[in-house]
């Protein structure tokens, strides 16, 4: 069985909302949704879903898995803003 207290779970969880959100709103709505007249919303439905993944592992004592969600969700996000402000 593996560690569930690792980075790299944890990098891996974090990339999750974001990519399925994506999925979700670009693919699947193609921008057709009523939501989609304010730009941030997926994006901040995401950062609210990493929190709720962030919380639930440090409630459990999951340091590495808790860091590794933290850098997924910085990283996601400086992303976002880099391409988004070009």
Known sequence: M???NNTIIGVILGCLPPLLLWLIFVIFLKND???M???AIPYLIAIAMNLLMLRYCARKHFDLTSRGIMIATFACMLLIAI???R
């Open 2 to 4: 593996f560690n569930r």
């Open 33 to 35: 949704a009523i939501i």
């Open 37 to 39: 007249d304010k730009p």
């Open 83 to 85: 391409f988004k402000f």
